[in-house]
């Protein structure tokens, strides 16, 4: 399969499972990997045979700053189903949501939660 990338989308959002996160909200990151034949696209130039970045853009949006859930892994598994709902060229999708600055103790660059999930036909 080929893979095509869309990396570092940034939101604000207000997910967390401790009332400051869901009250101040905080950064995200989340970063997509669609697995799809690309030769159609490739050979024909034709947007219509492949997946828009921007739709991609739209879906994880449309999660990310909606209703406000507690878990990391939440978000990524409705990211990745929405995906495969909006795009049914699309036969396995990665999803990676991190959390820079979870209230959390320690010393650390971020937390993340990565998946990965199949078309199912």
Known sequence: MDKI???SM???AYHG???????LGQRFYVD???ELDTRPAGLTDDLQKTVNYGQVYEV???IMEGSPVNLVETL???IASDILLSFSIVQVVHVKVTKPNPPI??????VAVEIRR???N
């Open 5 to 7: 990338y869309v990396n």
């Open 10 to 12: 940034e939101f604000y």
């Open 17 to 23: 499972v401790f009332p400051e996160e869901n009250k």
């Open 32 to 34: 997509v990997v669609l």
């Open 60 to 62: 994880t949006k449309g």
């Open 76 to 78: 990524t598994e409705r």
């Open 105 to 110: 103790p320690g010393h650390y660059d971020a």
């Open 118 to 120: 199949e078309r199912i």
